[in-house]
């Protein structure tokens, strides 16, 4: 037995916290957030363990909901609160660190995700009783950090130690067993082994629970899977549908850091099934996940003042999941003002003339710059996107279309390689 952690909440608000998550189980995500938010503001500054658990429960909700910038803002807030305790409270401590690099490893932020496992890894060794759940966090999420570093070893490594604990608390067919086979397909790929890769991903089909958001990633394997064994119409028919999801997904609800990778794994996996038309609207797809996450970045900064006082450390982890956001923004363009080049310089120029919608934002490929409703174009990280549902095409922006035009002659113009390349 675990001794009473000091950061414990009272009984009665442990009640109320209990009805805030059956507001949260029947799906009423907003109410339960209300009611979370709201007993958050009351215990802040008043109790220590109902500060606790409000930030503990929030920060569930939220990585729960796929807004991972949130839980990971909550979740330092509470790794600050129990190392302020001391190891006492390392409980806590263990647990605001999973939900740490659990938010971390969706928004694939490498370094501060290797800082968070190896002090996660600390406190879970020093215990003399294992905390099961939060060892099956750790794995995934440290595999997950292997396969960003190409490290294929350690990830099979991990995705083997996440097996033998799941096979010895014997857990039913939840969401755990669903992340098992979505990772260690992941690692087959990264192993070179497309054929066991499908195998492990048939296993979704045999009653395995899997989240909401778990088909498209589903999908995007099978894309994946389907180039590297040369299978096109499979992977196409896929890539479709794919793609189809990530357009059906409301604006409220949207999973942005995880459909930014997404998206760029299925537009590569389309170049590499020579399907250059949907590879361009997968990098659109993936344009609007962007500009999603970096207002979700500003929104959580607007937000921090009612955690308290912000600090440098607080600030820190915004300022590096935009920094993030913005190079995948950078590399994205590039990509795409290649892919656009190879189709020859009549299908670039047509680009220009982007079709006048509701809806419609229009990046340029070249220059980074987005069109406004003004028709003003201005730096990727200073627009704001509009509210409600919106559409990206990517296309090229009258300054550089003139650029374009007086080197027509060129095989490419210098200054849009330079742009292009970057």
Not at 242 to 260: I, N, P, T, W, Y
Request: overall charge neutral; hydrophobic content about 45%; proline content about 4%.
């Amino acid at each position: 037995m675990h001794g009473a952690d000091p950061l414990d909440p009272t009984p009665e608000f442990d009640a109320r916290i209990l009805r805030g998550r059956e507001l949260a189980d029947r799906g009423e995500f907003h109410a339960a957030e209300g009611v979370f938010r709201t007993l958050l503001t009351e215990a802040r500054g008043r109790h220590l363990g109902n500060h606790a658990r409000a930030l503990s429960t929030l920060t569930t909700l939220y990585g729960r909901a796929g807004r991972y910038l949130e839980a990971h803002t909550l979740g330092v807030h509470l790794v600050l609160l129990a190392r302020s305790i001391g190891r006492t409270a390392d409980r806590a401590l263990a647990f605001a660190l999973a939900r740490v690099c659990g938010a971390l490893s969706q928004l694939r932020i490498e370094d501060a995700l290797g800082e968070a496992l190896a002090e996660l890894r600390e406190v879970l060794d020093r215990q003399t009783t294992p905390f099961d759940n939060l060892e099956l966090e750790y794995h995934v999420a440290a595999s997950v950090h292997a396969t960003l570093l190409g490290d294929a070893v350690a990830a099979r490594a991990h995705i083997e130690a996440y097996r033998r604990i799941l096979m010895a608390v014997r857990a039913p067919d939840t969401v755990y067993r669903w992340a098992l086979t979505m990772a260690d397909t992941r690692v087959m790929l990264l192993e070179g082994r497309p054929s066991a890769a499908r195998a492990s991903l048939a296993q979704l089909g045999a009653g395995v629970a899997a989240p909401e958001f778990g088909h498209l990633q589903a999908l995007v394997l099978e894309v994946e899977i389907g180039a590297a064994l040369g299978e096109v119409e499979p992977a196409v028919r896929a890539g479709r549908a794919a793609l189809e999801r990530m357009a059906g997904v409301d604006r409220g609800s949207f999973l942005a850091a995880d459909f930014v990778h997404q998206g760029g794994l299925l537009a590569r996996a389309f170049e590499r099934l020579g399907e250059v038309e949907l590879a361009h609207q997968a990098y659109d797809r993936m344009a609007v996940a962007v500009l999603v996450s970096l207002e979700q970045v500003d929104e959580c900064a607007r937000w921090l003042p009612e955690l308290g006082p912000a600090t440098g450390e607080d600030m820190a982890p915004l300022s590096r999941a935009r920094k993030k956001f913005l190079r995948e923004q950078k590399a994205l363009l590039g990509r795409v003002a290649r892919l656009l080049e190879s189709q020859g310089k009549s299908r670039v120029r047509a680009l220009l003339a982007h079709p006048e919608k509701a809806g419609l934002v229009a990046i340029c490929a070249w220059c980074e710059s987005v069109r406004t409703s003004e028709d003003l174009w201005l730096p990727i990280g200073h627009f704001v996107p509009r509210s409600g549902p919106f559409e990206v095409t990517h296309g090229m922006c009258p300054p550089c279309a003139a650029d374009f035009d007086r080197n027509a002659d060129d095989e490419a113009p210098a200054s849009l390689r330079r742009r292009a390349s970057s």
